[in-house]
């Protein structure tokens, strides 16, 4: 009966809950040199975005503390926030749909944690250290000089950066002048700021230096929902049974092209590089990342011992059963025109939203007020937000046109800084006569820089309101 005791625990975990560490070997090969071409650019859209300026404010901002959020330029205002709850919907069903049809591959090419671990701090350890056994040998054997000097530069460097990826990610959300004031300043009145730099650099040391591939296997919760996303049709980094087994030996080739033999030669240069240290021999399991070194590696093998590449390859699990080309199913079908929907909404708000925004509230507690001059007046509050580049004049109107609006100082119009809010009130005055009702609804017209931006109903109460009283 086939052995399935690997699916009942991490590989990591060995016998006893101890932890078991992974000695991985750097992988070469095509997949790998797109892996690094992909994590290069990633890198740098990371390190360089943050700084990104356009028209002195940044490219793109986080700030959830202050609610201002920056996308490329455009500033969502927290009375824009839906539009980011739609944005994030998209993204959501932008992942379950990337994973239905391409599996985990965002795991293995693009997730920072996996691109830290294995493009840069596995690169470094390997310099520092040296290959997989040298590791493994440096592990277990007690502290001694030459131990301490590399575990000291190892610490040094991996502190290094990650101090300084911590530093740049917080630009994400405060913005590199407040980063940069903050370090001016020596951190007084930035003790927030200096907490959570500590903190994720404490945590992105603990990550890199010791928890490693774990976080991806016990705590990422995108690497649990892989479970119930993937299905047979999902592309996975998958090995092709059919041809491979029965397993052989390192043979040489005319052995393994007996009819008896697969294509495997079992020399296991696929576990040697898994940064997870799994066989993917076994079939898709939790911790497989999709990281495609152990492609590389059986292409490689493949090459030597002249049979076609393949054996481990990019393609769906139905695909391998039956022997037939990969082919996307109605679910991604259906994800994708969910998504196309969403992404279009979100686009469609993004760019319709008007530059200027404003609310009219009667002030509350008040009726209205009568003048000597045969008029009456209600007294409003205005708040008008100015999510555009440019300052905007304000001035206002009622549709029926049978007042005046008066702003507060008997002005006019009232100018709105560019990106700034500003409240104010108004008069709506009217004559008498023409205000023989209770309570009438008003529209008032919002006009910036002359050009109509909003209608805003409300109501106004005229001289009925005191019959009787
Ligand atoms: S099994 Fe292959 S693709 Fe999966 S994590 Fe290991 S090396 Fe990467
Ligand atoms: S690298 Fe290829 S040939 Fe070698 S054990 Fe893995 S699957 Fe078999």
Same mark, same amino acid.
């Given at each position: 009966?086939?052995?399935?005791?690997?699916?009942?625990?991490?590989?990591?975990?060995?016998?006893?809950?101890?932890?078991?560490?992974?000695?991985? !070997?750097?992988?070469?090969?095509?997949?790998?040199?797109?892996?690094?071409?992909?994590?290069? =650019?990633?890198?740098? =859209?990371?390190?360089?975005?943050?700084?990104?300026?356009?028209?002195?404010?940044?490219? $793109?901002?986080?700030?959830?503390?202050?609610?201002?959020?920056?996308?490329?330029?455009?500033?969502?205002?927290?009375?824009?926030?839906?539009?980011?709850?739609?944005?994030?919907?998209?993204?959501?069903? @932008?992942?379950?749909?990337?994973?239905?049809?391409?599996?985990?591959?965002?795991?293995?090419?693009?997730?920072?944690?996996?691109?830290?671990?294995?493009?840069?701090?596995?690169? #470094?350890?390997?310099?520092?250290?040296?290959?997989?056994?040298?590791?493994?040998?440096?592990?277990?054997?007690?502290?001694?000089?030459?131990?301490?000097?590399?575990?000291?530069?190892?610490?040094?460097?991996?502190?290094?950066?990650?101090?300084?990826?911590?530093?740049?990610?917080?630009?994400?959300?405060?913005? &590199?002048?407040?980063?940069?004031?903050?370090?001016?300043?020596?951190? !007084?009145?930035?003790?927030?700021?200096?907490?959570?730099?500590?903190?994720?650099?404490?945590?992105?040391?603990?990550?890199?230096?010791? /928890?490693?591939?774990?976080?991806?296997?016990?705590?990422?919760?995108?690497?649990?929902?892989?479970?119930?996303?993937?299905?047979?049709?999902?592309?996975?980094?998958?090995?092709?049974? %059919?041809?491979?087994?029965?397993?052989?030996?390192?043979?040489?080739?005319?052995?393994?092209?007996?009819? !008896? $033999?697969?294509?495997?030669?079992?020399?296991?240069?696929?576990?040697?590089?898994?940064?997870?240290?799994?066989?993917? %021999?076994? @079939?898709?399991?939790?911790?497989?990342?999709?990281?495609?070194?152990? #492609?590389?590696?059986?292409?490689?093998?493949?090459?030597?011992? &002249?049979?076609?590449?393949?054996? #481990?390859? #990019?393609?769906?699990? %139905?695909?391998?059963?039956?022997?037939?080309?990969?082919?996307?199913?109605?679910?991604?079908?259906?994800? +994708?025109?969910?998504?196309?929907? $969403?992404?279009?909404? /979100?686009?469609?708000?993004?760019?319709?939203?008007?530059?200027?925004?404003?609310?009219?509230?009667?002030?509350?507690?008040?009726?209205?007020?009568?003048?000597?001059?045969?008029?009456?007046?209600? $007294?409003?509050?205005?708040?008008?937000?100015?999510?555009?580049?440019?300052?905007?004049?304000?001035?206002?109107?009622?549709?029926?046109?049978?007042?005046?609006?008066?702003?507060?100082?008997?002005?006019?119009?009232?100018?709105? &800084?560019?990106?700034? +809010?500003?409240?104010?009130?108004?008069?709506?005055?009217?004559?008498?006569?023409?205000?023989?009702?209770?309570?009438?609804?008003?529209?008032?017209?919002?006009?910036?820089? @002359?050009?109509?931006?909003?209608?805003?109903?409300?109501?106004?109460?005229?001289? %009925?309101?005191?019959?009787?009283?």
């Amino acid at each position: 009966m086939e052995d399935l005791s690997f699916r009942d625990r991490l590989y990591t975990i060995g016998e006893g809950g101890r932890r078991k560490w992974v000695f991985a !070997s750097l992988p070469r090969g095509i997949f790998t040199f797109r892996r690094h071409l992909v994590a290069i =650019f990633l890198l740098a =859209f990371f390190l360089v975005l943050p700084h990104l300026e356009y028209r002195g404010e940044p490219l $793109l901002l986080l700030n959830v503390l202050q609610r201002k959020f920056i996308l490329f330029g455009l500033v969502i205002w927290p009375q824009d926030t839906y539009m980011l709850g739609v944005g994030m919907l998209a993204f959501v069903v @932008g992942i379950i749909l990337f994973t239905v049809v391409y599996g985990r591959i965002w795991c293995g090419w693009a997730c920072p944690q996996t691109i830290f671990m294995e493009i840069v701090f596995r690169r #470094i350890e390997t310099w520092i250290d040296g290959s997989p056994v040298k590791q493994k040998e440096l592990r277990e054997r007690p502290m001694d000089g030459d131990k301490f000097l590399r575990r000291t530069l190892k610490f040094l460097v991996f502190f290094t950066i990650i101090f300084y990826t911590v530093n740049n990610f917080s630009v994400f959300f405060i913005g &590199k002048k407040y980063l940069f004031e903050a370090y001016r300043s020596g951190f !007084s009145g930035h003790p927030y700021l200096l907490a959570f730099l500590i903190v994720f650099t404490v945590v992105g040391v603990f990550i890199y230096w010791w /928890f490693r591939e774990q976080t991806c296997s016990v705590i990422c919760p995108y690497g649990r929902l892989q479970g119930v996303l993937l299905d047979n049709d999902s592309l996975v980094v998958a090995y092709d049974y %059919r041809r491979g087994e029965p397993r052989g030996t390192a043979l040489p080739v005319e052995k393994r092209k007996q009819p !008896s $033999l697969g294509d495997c030669i079992d020399c296991k240069s696929c576990v040697r590089v898994c940064p997870t240290g799994i066989d993917i %021999r076994n @079939g898709t399991q939790l911790e497989c990342v999709n990281c495609t070194a152990c #492609i590389d590696a059986c292409d490689a093998v493949m090459d030597k011992v &002249k049979l076609p590449r393949g054996l #481990i390859r #990019i393609t769906s699990e %139905r695909s391998i059963r039956e022997g037939i080309p990969h082919r996307l199913n109605w679910r991604a079908y259906a994800y +994708s025109i969910v998504l196309l929907m $969403l992404a279009g909404f /979100f686009f469609y708000l993004l760019f319709s939203r008007a530059p200027v925004e404003a609310t009219v509230l009667r002030t509350p507690g008040t009726i209205f007020q009568p003048y000597d001059s045969g008029h009456i007046s209600n $007294l409003y509050n205005l708040r008008i937000v100015n999510k555009s580049r440019k300052d905007q004049v304000i001035r206002l109107q009622e549709l029926s046109d049978v007042g005046i609006i008066k702003l507060a100082g008997g002005v006019d119009t009232v100018v709105v &800084k560019k990106e700034a +809010s500003l409240e104010t009130l108004f008069f709506y005055i009217v004559p008498k006569n023409e205000a023989d009702f209770a309570s009438r609804k008003v529209i008032f017209r919002i006009l910036a820089n @002359g050009q109509p931006v909003q209608d805003y109903s409300t109501t106004f109460v005229g001289i %009925r309101q005191n019959v009787g009283q």
